[in-house]
DNA sequence: TATTGTTATACTCTATAACTATA
DNA sequence: TATAGTTATAGAGTATAACAATA
């Protein structure tokens, strides 16, 4: 019979802070680019494996095809992406990137770069690294998809926010 | 000019997906017990420090006095919270818990540790140990307030969600 | 006049399902 | 009849600000 641990400050509990913390200064700093980070990525995951229909790209990020629909409107408007209808089967649209797309995308890639370091400003090398590989092991056990938001996924009807 | 990493694994991408998921976890948790994450986290604040009026609980976790509102009408309802006038100045409302509210209380705490078993189920107790030590020094860093999850900020106009 | 708590309004986001065009 | 993509509708959640009671 141990006294209980004083609550808040369990990994988990750490994890969901950090998390919150974690998105939230990604996101003020794609806004400096007039994104989201749902604009993000799905800009990165049509970078990674161009060509994909529509359909294809929602199921991999977990999301309801009509919410990408709106998603890929918008990027489109702003020049970054292109819909090419496949002449096989006229239903699906593959997804590419355009030149301006491709430049947008790097500097994402630029300001992923940055938001690490800031997250990290803390640790030193070492202790940088270690938190990588034990956080790794920790998303592996839990069956995350590396480089896949699971924000995207719809999760049923419950909400996902302060406290846990 | 090293090439780039592999974008999506680095610590901060890391963060917002285990935090992600952490949190929905605990969602699922409490679920079992009629509970949102908010309400958990408010339950654990008046447990704190009972006897505050909602201004001071709502500056407290960074939310809106009249969103607070709602939620301890909720917990009022459930005859978990007791809001208490205050005879020196009638404008304030005192909130404390009752017998059944320090109950849910106490099996929201086990929940909270059946959650961090959970989410640190791939390590072994040293890693553990050593990935909390390094969460807590990333934590103080970005001056997160122990035990208050940043969920309940407004933070301004825009939303944190998926990739990043 | 200022402050606590409350209510009301408008706005955003999302889920669902209906629709079209192709197959 | 089935599928890719799109559009429309309704519901939930939130921010903002107006309001009543008390000081």
Redesign the interface.
């Given at each position: 019979m141990s006294a209980?641990?004083p609550?808040?400050?369990?990994?988990?509990?750490?994890?969901?802070?950090?998390?919150?913390?974690?998105?939230?200064?990604?996101?003020?700093?794609?806004?400096s680019l007039d994104l989201?980070?749902?604009h993000?990525?799905?800009l990165?995951a049509i970078a990674a494996e161009p060509g994909r229909s529509q359909q294809a790209l929602a199921e991999q990020?977990g999301l309801q095809p009509s919410r990408l629909v709106a998603f890929v409107d918008e990027l489109e408007d702003r020049g970054y992406v292109e819909r090419r209808r496949n002449p096989d089967d006229r239903r699906l649209h593959a997804l590419h990137l355009t030149p301006a797309g491709r430049r947008i995308t790097n500097r994402i890639?630029e300001l992923?770069?940055r938001?690490?370091r800031?997250?990290?400003?803390?640790?030193d090398a070492r202790?940088?690294q270690?938190?990588?590989e034990?956080?790794?092991?920790?998303?592996?056990?839990?069956g995350?998809t590396?480089?896949?938001?699971?924000?995207?996924r719809t999760?049923g009807r419950?909400?996902?926010?302060?406290?846990?």
């Open positions: 209980n641990p609550d808040g400050d369990n990994v988990a509990f750490l994890l969901s802070q950090l998390g919150h913390c974690s998105a939230t200064v990604f996101a003020d700093l794609i806004a989201t980070p749902a993000a990525g799905i990165r990020l890639g992923a770069r938001h690490d800031m997250m990290t400003a803390g640790l202790e940088r270690t938190l990588r034990l956080l790794t092991k920790v998303a592996e056990h839990q995350l590396p480089s896949v938001h699971p924000g995207y999760l419950r909400r996902a926010k302060p406290a846990g």
